[in-house]
């Protein structure tokens, strides 16, 4: 059997990508929350915290990948005299 932590990343990947919980969701809180002896908002809580969490470490990982593309960018200008390097798509 997973255990609790287990089982909130398990819900949180069944949410939606706006936060919604997919159908039969409320059902399956209803039945961690028994099984883990927890509350349903605490079970609730705990995924909502989980789903946060993911959004926003996928928030810092694309500012991250940004940043590097600008510095690879200006690096490039910079080794091609000042003049501008076009992208290519």
């Known amino acids: 059997m997973k255990s609790y ?3 909130i990343q398990s819900m949180a990947s069944a949410v939606s990508p706006n936060g919604r919980l997919r159908y039969y969701g409320w059902a ?3 039945v961690i929350a028994e099984i883990y002896d927890k509350t349903e908002n605490q079970v ?3 995924i909502a915290a989980e789903v946060e969490f993911r959004a ?3 928030k810092v990982k694309r500012k991250q990948e940004q940043r ?3 510095e690879a ?3 490039a200008n910079l080794a ?3 003049r501008k390097v076009h992208r290519e798509s």
């Open 5 to 7: 932590e287990e089982m």
């Open 68 to 70: 590097d593309s600008n």
């Open 73 to 75: 960018r200006r690096l």
């Open 80 to 82: 091609n005299g000042g």
């Open 56 to 58: 926003n470490a996928e």
């Open 28 to 30: 399956a809180y209803i």
């Open 44 to 46: 609730h809580t705990d």
